[in-house]
């Protein structure tokens, strides 16, 4: 199993940046394919971006696209999710989620695991 904490949100101006971290425990981290997902308030889970196990693949969605780069580094354990050029819609509390069997799905019941989440809140 892997458990997962993420860090890194806060409160920016519209058109400013973040980076968040989603540091993992646990082991064999590089057999985990990873992404992340963001919930605002009234709104279902929504798929951002993910990157496969070895940070081969990378997927993200048309609103991140130019603006959100997905990363990782297997030695430490960690994956990020820069994030440039923010607007006020991008507030929502940020999840990472990892699954050993789907890379690139936008489903969230196919990552088995969770972290807790970090808070983005994106002023105008």
């Not at 940070?55 to 603006?67: A, C, E, L």
Request: hydrophobic letters at 30%; charged letters at 15%; one cysteine or more.
């Amino acid at each position: 199993q892997v458990q997962l904490v993420e860090s890194g949100g806060g409160l920016v101006q519209a058109g400013g940046s973040l980076r968040l971290s989603c540091a993992a425990s646990g082991r064999s981290f590089d057999a985990y394919h990873v992404a992340w997902f963001r919930q605002a308030p009234g709104k279902e889970h929504e798929f951002v971006a993910s990157i496969s196990s070895r940070g081969g693949t990378t997927y993200g969605t048309d609103f991140v696209k130019g603006r959100f780069t997905i990363s990782r580094d297997n030695a430490k354990n960690t994956v990020y999710l820069q994030m440039n050029s923010l607007k006020p819609e991008d507030t929502a509390v940020y999840y990472c989620a990892a699954s050993t069997l789907y890379s690139g799905s936008y489903y969230r019941n196919d990552y088995a695991y969770w972290g807790q989440g970090t808070q983005v809140t994106v002023s105008s």
